[in-house]
């Protein structure tokens, strides 16, 4: 699992995690039942500290895109478990919209954008 931590990055390190890990779910590259890497493993692996990775992994499990059992570890949940409705899937691409419309850019750079970054994570996916 191939993960990096931006010191730039205004979002916290465990967001960083945790949305490494939702893209790499989104692209297919961790699939359905796939084990994660261990708290301290991977808090090693990045040079963070565990606790860090543990609330991004309870992050991810509350929005039940991994499940975690002591003592097993943690595994990518079934896609088909998580279940959203059209308004709470809308906002997070409303606010995404919103900060590129607000910097100005052309709705045709815009739809550009969103069509490079959805073939981007849709390329090996089912």
Known sequence: MFLTIDPADRRPIYQQVADGI???IARGELRQGAPLPPVRQ???DLGVNLNTI????RELQSEGLIAVK????????SRTSI???DHE???P???ALTQLVLAGLPRGRILSMVGDELRALTRGAK
């Open 42 to 44: 991977l808090a090693a």
């Open 83 to 85: 279940e959203h409705t």
């Open 70 to 77: 002591h003592g097993s570890g943690a595994v990518v949940a």
């Open 22 to 24: 939702k893209a790499l």
């Open 89 to 91: 899937l809308r906002g």
């Open 54 to 57: 543990a609330v991004a992994y």
């Open 93 to 95: 691409l409303r606010t």
